[in-house]
């Protein structure tokens, strides 16, 4: 390729320019001298670098740049440090550099961002370490985050370039944390673009699909919504009102979820769109007006009761607020409309920095943001578990949709979804927790356990005698009350392990028996423990007896210098050997379909991979490698945490060898059904079952069949031949979310 380098110098220059045009409008005094100077840097920093599509690499800080600018709505101080965020992890310069040309706060920022990037490929908690890194600067500051996110936004973009594992990879993460990230901080416009790339570089196909089919169905869709809007206009017009009305189709991914979760095609997923209606109103006649649309709309259109969401009264703690309602059309279509006004809008969409703009005039709108901030900031300074353990259970907490409840002072209290009486105990105080025994909720008594509802007032009952047990765990959904039992289990089990130990010795001195490591190493794996402390910790709580250890004595190792560590508990570092080793074997690609027997691996049985669909392999530690579909319900927590267990994978075309996976098939009863089913499978498609099992329910039948076929177009024969059959209603793939 020859390069034009006038050409790309324009280029740089027009796009710097486009950066500088964008932010005009929040400049102060000397800040465009100080984004001159941090583009000059970078520039000169990254000068001979590119990126893996051959562009320049300053087009990327560029972009992130104009990012945070346009679509998050952040300053001069962003723009400096998303400009120079690549130059300390990938160029000479040093931090000591930006403090002395743009002060402390620069500084800090981008010390954060190079905490918190780099290549993740060794050690399998490494990711979720430099994640919790990431969140704890967040507690500093927020921009941290936010330009992280723009960059994050702009990678993949960009990420056709990148080789296919790399593609899987960096989705995956995506969709397991960024994503998250991204709709817990209320951005709604850059959660929904992480989410839609994440489908189009894991499932093409589908994606395609569906963009085609709100291509295809957009004309009628339009003229539906202008129809449907018509009244309401002619209404707001009579009552003066300024407002727009917008009528969008969903995300691409949350489309997929629909079909995904119901397992229906496009054209029977009903809520395609939702009709949003944005009014320009002061502040003080927000939630008036608000409601006065409400009245509007459901003058025309019946609203569906159970669907109303008032999220202008008590916000989401994301910071979202609006009002939504479901109402029939006049074809007997639900709708869901959606009433904010502008300054809603643009929380909604951009997020915290929407935030920030709006502080002044609604002041009272930011406390639960901040509230928010200050709680992950407490989480992360009490949490010391493992990383992975952190960042699962901060996922849980992302996802969740908040329970309000009061304390018995009236004082409201935020919660995940799902959350206990247990959950509010440890909210208030960990000693609270520590000693709960149960809850008056609205006046009555209800156990530990009681699972929280909206509005609820809870006083908590302790008592001294009490303590945290370990089913306490499965209890709490916070990520708050998890850690806390968990430390005090941790401390519990380390004074029983202690004195287990104390009688070990003991013990092993009254039977002459030198207690050496090895000694001990024997006995672990003798009594089958996972670990040293875990073998004190059974001898403490008295399940391996003093009976138990004389017949220790009994036991011969069969070769007692070789006291191989028992993998599946080993530490990371056997772990990393082991993986190693098995990676060796194919470091290029893994060819699957060849011989099953002579290579080590196997098909996974929660996503049942067939000749034909994109799959990847993951190396387990005790059977070999594991071959999963990338659209598994497990791929995106296989690949975000464990990158380096990821080999690539792909099938080698072969005609002989049949492959396991399910079908389920749904339709209405009739007398012979079966019969024609296993026929059609067995006789004339010669595919043979290996199990099949049907139940019936009032006329409705539902059937699981696995069976052995060749690859995908075999399969999608099969399904089409089934679907044919009379009373079948449906025929699909099915997966088990359970790992195996
Ligand atoms: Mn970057």
Redesign the pocket.
């Known amino acids: 390729m020859v390069i034009d380098v006038e050409q790309e110098k324009r280029e740089i220059i027009n796009r710097y320019r486009k950066l500088l045009r964008k932010a005009k409008p929040i400049l102060k005094d000397g800040d465009a001298r100080q984004i001159k100077k941090a583009f000059t840097m970078a520039l000169e920093a990254h000068k001979d670098m590119r990126r893996k599509s051959g562009e320049p690499y300053i087009f990327?800080?560029l972009a992130?740049a104009q990012i945070c600018v346009e679509e998050i709505g952040l300053g001069t101080t962003s723009i400096i440090s998303a400009l120079l965020?690549?130059v300390v992890e990938d160029t000479d310069i040093e931090l000591s550099d930006i403090e002395r040309m743009f002060g402390k706060k620069v500084t800090r920022i981008i010390d954060g961002l190079t905490k918190v990037?780099g290549v993740f490929e060794f050690g399998t908690s490494q990711q979720a370490e430099n994640f919790r890194k990431m969140l704890f600067t967040l507690s500093e500051d927020v921009r941290v985050i936010l330009i992280k996110l723009a960059?994050r936004l702009h990678?993949m973009r960009t990420l056709e370039s990148m080789p296919r594992n790399k593609q899987l990879k960096v989705a995956s993460e995506t969709i397991y944390l960024y994503a998250p990230l991204a709709h817990r901080l209320g951005l709604n416009a850059i959660k929904s673009e992480l989410e839609d790339l994440y489908l189009r570089f894991t499932d093409r196909a589908v994606y395609d699909s569906i963009v085609r089919n709100i291509d295809d169905t957009r004309a009628s869709r339009n003229k539906f919504i202008k129809q449907f809007v018509q009244p309401i206009r002619e209404e707001l017009d009579r009552h003066k009102i300024n407002y727009e009305i917008k009528g969008r189709p969903k995300s691409i991914f949350s489309i997929w979820n629909k079909m995904r979760k119901q397992n229906i095609p496009f054209e029977e997923v009903y809520d395609l769109f939702a009709v949003r209606i944005i009014i320009d109103t002061p502040l003080e006649n927000e939630k008036a007006l608000c409601w006065q649309v409400y009245s509007i709309v459901t003058d025309f259109y019946t609203p569906n009761p159970d669907r109303l969401r008032d999220w202008i009264s008590t916000p989401k703690a994301n910071g979202y607020e609006s009002l939504h309602t479901t109402v029939m059309a006049k074809n007997g279509q639900w709708v869901e409309v959606q009433i904010r006004t502008k300054r809603m809008d643009d929380i909604a969409e951009k997020g915290y920095a929407a935030h920030w703009k709006y502080k002044e005039t609604a002041a009272a709108h930011e406390s639960n943001l901040e509230k928010w901030l200050i709680k992950v900031r407490d989480t992360l300074q009490q949490n010391d578990h493992s990383a992975l353990d952190f960042v699962n259970d901060f996922r849980g907490n992302l996802f969740s949709e908040e329970v309000f409840v009061f304390t018995p002072k009236g004082e409201l209290k935020t919660l995940p979804y799902g959350a206990t009486a247990l959950d509010f105990a440890f909210e208030i105080h960990t000693q609270v927790g520590s000693k709960c025994i149960g809850a008056k909720v609205n006046n009555k008594l209800v156990p530990i356990n009681y699972i929280l509802k909206n509005g609820d007032q809870i006083e908590i009952l302790t008592s001294q005698k009490q303590k945290p047990h370990e089913d306490w765990l499965r209890f709490v959904v916070s990520s708050k009350a998890k850690s806390r039992i968990k430390d005090v289990l941790k401390e519990d089990k380390k004074k029983i392990a202690e004195d287990g130990k104390e009688i070990l010795l003991r013990k092993l001195n009254q039977m002459k028996i030198d207690s050496s490591q090895l000694i001990i190493e024997q006995m672990r794996e003798y009594f089958n423990a996972p670990s040293h402390l875990d073998l004190y910790y059974r001898i403490g709580k008295g399940i391996i007896t003093v009976a138990d250890i004389k017949r220790f004595k009994e036991y011969k190792p069969k070769s007692p210098l070789k006291t191989r560590p028992n993998i599946r508990v080993a530490d990371a570092k056997t772990i990393e050997q082991e993986i190693t080793k098995i990676k060796g074997r194919y470091e290029d690609i893994l060819l699957i379909g060849e011989d099953m027997d002579v290579v080590d691996y196997k098909l996974a049985k929660c996503c049942t991979p067939i000749p034909g669909d994109d799959v990847f392999g993951f190396v387990t530690v005790n059977e070999g490698i594991k071959i999963h579909r990338t659209t598994c319900p497990n791929a995106a927590e296989l690949l975000a945490n464990h990158g380096n267990r990821v080999v690539k994978a792909k099938w080698t075309s072969q005609h002989e060898v049949a492959f396991l996976t399910g079908l389920k098939v749904r339709g209405t009863d009739r007398v012979g059904l079966i019969n024609d089913v296993s026929k059609i499978i067995s006789e004339e498609l010669k595919v043979n079952m290996s199990s099949m099992s049907f139940f019936t329910d009032s006329g409705i039948f539902e059937g699981e069949i696995m069976l052995y076929v060749h690859d995908t177009r075999h399969l999608e024969q099969l399904i089409n031949k089934l679907e044919q059959v009379e009373g079948v209603v449906k025929v699909s793939r099915f997966d088990s979310k359970s790992l195996e």
Do not use: A, E, L
Request: net charge negative; glycine share 0%; charged share 25%.
């Open positions: 990327h800080p992130v965020h690549d990037s960059d990678n």
